[in-house]
């Protein structure tokens, strides 16, 4: 019997108004995109991305690792404009502004009832600014525990983050139901004992070796 679900953030709460977690409005507003050389953006992003897996609690602390992320990915990829301010200023949007995500309509609606049947937990690969943004939707009471991974220093793909809240809540396989937008991860999850369900909010898996959901008003 599920007694608990395990939600995931992106692209099960929430999702990137521009379509990149990283590439925010403000970047889009301050970097020239027509003089970026893409093919080296990209290989200075997987460079410098083991930045964004480090150990952060504080959102000074998610600052400095996003402004070291940026100021080293565009001075690698030999952005002809680079400079510290136009990185810092993109850091600072990115930790603090409140348009890098837009909540899924009607999201509070979908937690609501689930809410009153299940303890609710989030699981997440994410940074400390997450708080701040769920509490904007108006969705962090929803949850029991927040779960996020800069924070514990883990990430799911590794498989011992969810042994924080199994082993918090002493979760039984078959008690809880993990819901998350990437197979792969389903597949850790599964390995943990869990239940799941593939989110597709956008309506684009054809096929999935999970049961596919498009919203939370399916469970």
């Known amino acids: 019997m599920i007694k608990y679900l395990i939600l995931d953030f992106g692209m099960v709460l929430a999702y990137p108004p521009t379509g990149n977690w990283h590439i925010t409005n403000k970047f889009n507003e301050l970097i020239d995109k027509s003089k970026m050389d893409k093919e080296k953006f990209k290989r200075a992003y997987e460079k410098h991305k083991h930045i ?9 602390e998610e600052y400095d690792m996003m402004r070291r992320f940026y100021n080293n990915t565009f001075k690698d990829a030999e952005y002809p404009d680079y400079n510290e301010k136009i990185c810092d200023e993109i850091a600072y949007d990115r930790v603090y502004g409140n348009d890098k995500y837009v909540p899924y309509d009607n999201i509070k609606a979908e937690l609501k009832p689930l ?18 943004a769920m509490k904007e939707y108006g969705i962090y009471d929803y949850f029991d525990k927040i779960y996020v991974s800069s924070v514990y220093g883990q990430e799911k793909k590794d498989g011992d983050f969810f042994d924080n809240p ?8 078959g008690e ?5 937008d990437k197979e792969t991860l389903l597949d850790v999850a599964v390995s943990k004992g869990l239940a799941v369900k593939l989110m597709d909010r956008a309506n684009g898996v054809t096929e999935s070796k999970y049961e596919i959901i498009h919203d939370l008003k399916m469970l």
Do not use: C, G, H, R
């Open 115 to 132: 809410k009153n049947k299940y303890t609710l937990l989030l699981l997440s690969d994410n940074w400390p600014s997450v708080y701040n």
């Open 176 to 180: 809880a139901l993990f819901i998350d």
């Open 166 to 173: 199994i082993n918090d809540y002493e979760i039984k396989s």
């Open 52 to 60: 964004l897996s480090e150990t952060v609690i504080t959102l000074d």
